[in-house]
């Protein structure tokens, strides 16, 4: 048998992390991260001028090479102008964390196409445009790591803040991400998820009050809420070029919630 070389990480390589604008979300701690080890980083985000303004932070406290790139995940015209950019100005291209996303409290019989729709095209559908470009990439170079953001609320139906729609959205990342880490495995490309379950940022319809806090808690065998540092670090573990044996796997940062 004839085992697929391991092709080991470039001294230079380049993390394009989606979500990174948020002021206290997941993204820019992820981001924030990443720079610290060394990762150039492209901060690809909704919010263009919030993305320029991490990437030139990050430049300047880390050393490194970083770009903030302005894209509506919800439209895939933006997606392709975007990564070709990445890949012309910063080093090659070799970690892809989707962590952008949105939330859905709409119950139910409430829920209209435009709502199902606008979930969708920024936690799936932007995701799937992204990661195939992006994964194009990897794959010519023999060597990715491609981490995405599921929700607690993919496994357990919700219950804690949105509902069908964001939950159905982040399940079908879970299998996105169990397929393509098939097909593409023998091609040096690893591709996983994690699944966080209460976070303290502002994605539950604003800051966390500490009476939502301590409802939330209620739920957490580790009795906090979790922070985006927590979700950042494992994040960061999967992208590290010591995790390549690590594949189709969905790691739960969610204090114990959901234990089974
Ligand atoms: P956040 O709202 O702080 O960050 C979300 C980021 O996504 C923002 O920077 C926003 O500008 C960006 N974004 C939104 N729509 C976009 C679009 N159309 N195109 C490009 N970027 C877009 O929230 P967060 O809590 O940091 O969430 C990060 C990820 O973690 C999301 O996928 C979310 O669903 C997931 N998640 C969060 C929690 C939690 O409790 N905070 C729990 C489970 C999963």
């Known amino acids: ?25 997941i993204g820019r701690v992820t981001a924030g991260r990443l720079a610290g080890a060394g990762w150039d980083v492209a901060v690809v985000d909704i ?4 993305a320029e303004e991490v990437a030139s932070d990050l430049a300047r406290r880390h050393g490194v090479r970083a770009l903030g790139v302005g894209v509506d995940l919800a439209r895939p015209e933006e997606i392709e102008p975007a990564v070709a950019r990445v890949e012309a100005e910063l080093s ?20 209209d196409l435009a709502e199902w729709d606008r979930v969708f095209a920024i936690n799936m559908r932007g ?8 994964a ?3 794959v010519s170079h ?19 803040y949105s509902r069908v729609s964001y939950s159905a959205a982040k399940a079908a990342v879970l299998g996105f ?3 393509l880490a098939r097909e593409i495995g023998g091609q040096g490309v690893t591709v996983n998820a994690v699944s966080p379950g209460p976070i303290d940022t502002d994605i539950m319809g604003g800051t966390l009050s500490d009476e939502r806090k301590g409802e939330l808690v209620r739920d957490l065998p580790v009795g906090r809420v979790g922070t985006p540092a927590d979700v950042a670090a494992t994040i960061a573990f999967l992208l590290g070029e010591d995790a390549g044996f690590i594949t189709g796997v969905t790691y739960n940062v969610d204090g114990g919630l959901h234990i089974f």
């Open 1 to 25: 048998m004839v085992e697929p070389a391991v092709t080991s990480f470039p001294a230079r390589r380049t993390a394009i992390v989606t979500g990174g604008a948020s002021p206290r979300g």
């Open 47 to 50: 919010d263009g001028a919030g």
């Open 92 to 111: 090659q291209v070799v970690g892809l964390a989707n962590i952008a996303g949105v939330a859905s409290p709409v119950p139910f019989f409430e829920l």
């Open 127 to 134: 995701l799937f445009v992204l990661t195939q470009r992006v």
């Open 136 to 138: 194009r990439t990897m």
């Open 142 to 160: 023999g060597v990715g790591r491609i981490v995405s953001v599921s929700s607690v609320s993919a496994q357990r139906g919700g219950g804690t």
């Open 177 to 179: 991400t169990r397929a």
